[in-house]
Nanobody, 117 residues
């Protein structure tokens, strides 16, 4: 299974960015896809996650600012990040859970998001 991440980069505080994640290869249908992030010296934390049925959950610090959605393309999700803050700066990783809740798990390579003036 390949997990491709697109998007990210440098943005000023208050700005917006969009990330996308697509899973391909020997995956039939995802159970859940989402984003985690890790800042230097900190543990990896949940940003946002969506199940194939559309159930979402968000990390507390991004609620109301970030929106995760399932794209039309198969096994693809997007993360729209609004009102970005310097504390959102981190390496963002896409996570894919294949088939069912305890199914195989795959990770993307990571995408840098930097919020700075």
């Amino acid at each position: 299974v390949q997990v491709e991440q697109l998007g990210g980069g440098l943005v000023q505080p208050g700005g917006s960015l969009e990330l996308s994640c697509a899973a391909s290869g020997s995956i039939f249908s995802f159970y859940a896809m989402g984003w985690y992030r890790q800042a230097p010296g900190k543990q990896r934390e949940l940003v946002a996650r969506v199940t194939s049925r559309g159930t979402t959950n968000y990390g507390g610090s991004v609620k109301g600012r970030f929106t995760i959605s399932i794209a039309d393309a198969k096994n693809t999700v997007r993360l729209l990040m609004n009102n970005l803050k310097p504390e959102d700066t981190a390496l963002y990783f896409c996570n894919v859970r294949d088939g069912f809740e305890e199914g195989p798990e795959y990770w993307g390579q990571g995408t840098q998001v930097t919020v700075s003036s």
